[in-house]
């Protein structure tokens, strides 16, 4: 089978270079022209399933390829964004001026820090493998599916099938589409596409 994981479209905070997370700001014009273009893009890419994270940016990219394609939507919480506590709604840089200590310790051991009141990477790893044999559950790990998420957690989600992918080096761009394939038999996963934006007009 194939797995399409596929960021949502464009936001203000995109543009402005704060961080998300589980805030839940929509698509702007520009993001929703991408969520068009994008299910124009899968239309050579059937499928049988749509999982969305709740987050509305999220589910208006979903409902594109919905229209275009005739399949119900699933929603999978644990597909939500990465968590930030409270470094949500900020830059990078305004995040190292005002938590200096946490961002540095972050940086040196993400595997058990986390920003205030965010996960750790290991609670992001075990919900996205968790998202993984969900949807290897309900396809029977045979029937392609749509994957409608985040940045960074499209890059988690890779990482945890294609075990020489370091999700820091994978974030994908709005509306782009990862492809990875799923072979039931021997339970192998492989990446074949990595943040395709082809069917994006610049």
């Keep these: 089978m194939k ?46 399933h749509i999982f969305s994270s709740p987050l509305s940016r999220a589910m208006e990219t979903a409902k594109e390829i919905s229209k275009r394609q005739g399949v119900e939507i699933g929603l ?25 200590k946490e961002f540095a310790h972050w940086q040196i051991n993400p595997a058990v820090a986390a920003p205030p009141g965010g996960e750790t990477r290991a609670e992001i790893i ?23 998420s985040h940045g960074a957690t499209v890059a988690y989600l890779v990482s945890c099938m294609v075990s020489d ?24 996963f492989r990446l074949m596409e990595n943040n395709d934006t082809s069917h994006l007009s610049h």
Aim: glycine letters at 10%; one cysteine or more; charged letters at 25%.
């Design 76 to 100: 999978l919480p644990q597909l939500k964004e990465v968590e930030f506590g409270k470094w949500e709604g900020l830059t990078w840089e305004e995040i190292q001026e005002r938590y200096p």
């Design 126 to 148: 075990s919900r996205c493998k968790w998202s993984i044999n969900e949807i290897l559950r309900v396809t029977g790990g045979r029937e392609d599916a749509a994957v409608v």
């Design 3 to 48: 797995i399409y994981l596929i960021r949502h479209g464009q936001t203000d905070w995109n543009i402005q270079g704060k961080i998300q997370g589980t805030h839940d700001i929509p698509l702007n014009d520009t993001g929703r022209r991408q969520a068009g273009q994008l299910a124009e893009g899968m239309d050579s890419r059937l499928v049988s």
């Design 165 to 188: 992918q370091d999700e820091e080096t994978i974030i994908p761009g709005n509306a782009s589409i990862t492809t990875i394939y799923y072979n039931p038999l021997t339970e192998d």
